[in-house]
């Protein structure tokens, strides 16, 4: 398997302008998790699914922030508008339920400028 | 409530000399613990987990861990540390919650290999 597939790995864009972020999980996980990383916060949980479905959003930092899984295959996490204090690394996971281990993607880098 | 705490947020060692990177942490309920590394522009790599099985715990890359419940630590070390171990390594603590699982990552310890 190729592992949690993110897109894109860099992007850089203006302050205002919408971003979305794209994650394909491991086939067959039917858990995803989408985290943020930064210098002063550290990893922080964002969202996650179980079968597709939000289970706890409590981690979104702001109503601009916004995350679907449209299948089992796919999830986006969008951001609108952007604001450069989102620059930092944003990581997916994936897990099976039946085994509490946590598989990430390589992240994708956000700039805002 | 869970938490963790990695205890320094950088260790520097010599080549070929043993690591040792400390992780504390708290749980009500018998937790799971594992042991992450990030390297440079990576995402997160499992390096070993521990779920109330055998309390010393064998990772990759010679690595391993030993849970210990009377001093609520997870330590890792490796007898002999190699320039490609110079990385990010996040102690992470699991607990079912309400029927699923929480996790909580701590702070990071950013490992240093001197040549």
Known sequence: ?113 | AQSVTQLDSHVSVSEGTPVLLRCNYSSSYSPSLFWYVQHPNKGLQLLLKYTSAATLVKGINGFEAEFKKSETSFHLTKPSAHMSDAAEYFCVVSDRVSGTYKYIFGTGTRLKVLA
């Not at chain 1, 086939?27 to 996650?48: A, N």
């Not at chain 1, 997916?92 to 993607?105: D, E, M, P, T």
Request: with cysteine; glycine share 6%.
């Open chain 1, 1 to 113: 398997d190729a592992g949690v597939i993110q897109s894109p790995r860099h992007e850089v864009t203006e302050m205002g302008q919408e971003v979305t972020l794209r994650c394909k999980p491991i086939s067959g996980h039917d858990y995803l998790f989408w985290y943020r990383q930064t210098m002063m916060r550290g990893l922080e949980l964002l969202i996650y699914f179980n079968n597709n479905v939000p289970i706890d959003d409590s981690g979104m930092p702001e109503d601009r922030f916004s995350a679907k899984m449209p299948n089992a295959s796919f999830s986006t996490l969008k951001i609108q508008p952007s604001e450069p204090r989102d620059s930092a690394v944003y990581f997916c996971a994936s897990r099976l339920s039946s085994a509490n281990i946590q598989y990430f993607g390589a992240g994708t880098r956000l700039s805002v400028l």
